[in-house]
């Protein structure tokens, strides 16, 4: 099967950085811009977030935030080269 590219999994990264910079930051408005306009978050034990603008909201409701940091890009559907997973 093909997997993601090296350029896939550095944009990846890059996109994790940029939402763990903003989650410690409390930037609700960087964070929210990641999501796509139709995106859906999906929550244990609650109902999907449905739309960029209501994940927003959601993420406005949630608790500071002061450690957050991606550990690594794991894909169940495309591996990702040069990422073993749990790296």
């Known amino acids: 099967p093909m997997g ?7 944009a990846l990264r890059q996109a994790l950085d940029t939402e763990m910079r903003a989650a410690n930051a409390a930037d609700v408005a960087s964070w929210t811009a990641l999501y796509a306009p139709d995106a859906l978050v999906l929550r244990p034990h609650a109902p999907p977030v449905e ?20 550990e690594g890009i794991e894909s169940p559907i495309f591996p990702v080269e040069g990422v073993q997973p749990g790296r």
């Open 51 to 70: 739309g960029r603008e209501a994940i927003g909201r959601w993420l406005a409701t949630l608790p500071p935030i002061s450690r957050a940091k991606g």
């Open 4 to 10: 993601l590219t090296p350029g896939d999994a550095a």
